[in-house]
């Protein structure tokens, strides 16, 4: 049982550079969702889906995109990496609606320098 | 705005001992509260209440709702070390988002 899987676990960016963080779920949820976790701060949301083609701004969205063509993805895409983007991602995934429990992925630890 | 707030945010305790977390909301059309445990990596599901009053209980951990007092607690008898973790809150409440608390940092010495 894969639930939610993200790619890559660790990486290091250089300040300004790009990169794409993958998240995919297997429990065929509409709702997916992309966190940022920073120490003792608990967790940020920084983009959802309801649904293929439909992404909206959470709390924190600045700096960052989404996009969802399928159920399963749900890419999130930094441009021009800045330090302040140091932290852990994680992607999550939910059935939605009346079911809140969202299911985690393992997160991806990102350091921009 | 909504908001989370969770208490104390950081604990150490012995084994044996029984601890009590706490966390309190103020958000719009409440739907749901549910708690997370954080080891090192990703949060694990533990709880979703939606109704005041009904105790949900999984082993040694059981927690309440109380939406009089806009607020829940979780317990955790006979603790152990594997308890040890950052436990997370976090209130279901108008579109189809979770707003989360910073958490508490439990600490479990033997």
């Known amino acids: 049982n894969a639930g939610v899987t993200q790619t890559p676990k660790f990486r290091i960016l250089k300040i300004g550079q790009s990169m794409t963080l993958q998240c995919t779920q297997d429990m065929n ?22 649904g ?32 302040s983007q140091t932290s852990v991602y994680f992607c999550a995934s939910s059935q939605g609606l009346v079911i809140d429990t ?3 992925g393992p997160g991806t630890r990102l350091t921009v320098l | 705005e909504d908001k989370v707030v969770q208490s104390p945010l950081s604990l150490v305790v012995h084994e044996g001992d029984t601890v ?66 950052i436990y997370l809150c976090a209130v279901g409440a108008g579109s189809y988002q979770l707003t989360f608390g910073k958490g508490t940092k439990l600490s479990v010495i033997p």
């Open chain 2, 20 to 85: 009590t977390l706490n966390c309190s909301y103020e958000v719009t059309n409440f739907r749901s509260l549910l708690w997370y445990k954080q080891e090192k990596k990703a949060p694990t599901f533990l709880f979703m209440l939606t109704s005041s009053g009904i105790e949900k209980k999984s082993g040694r951990l059981s927690s309440i709702l109380d939406k009089k007092e806009l607020s829940s607690i979780l317990n955790i008898t006979a603790t152990q070390t594997g308890d040890s973790a």
């Open chain 1, 29 to 50: 949820h509409n709702y997916m969702y992309w966190y940022r976790q920073d120490p003792g701060m608990g967790l940020k949301l920084i983009y959802y889906s309801v």
């Open chain 1, 102 to 104: 969202q299911y985690f």
């Open chain 1, 52 to 83: 293929a083609g439909i992404t909206d701004k959470g709390e924190v969205p600045n700096g960052y995109n989404v996009s969802r063509s399928t159920t399963e993805d749900f890419p999130l895409r930094l441009e021009l990496a800045a330090p």
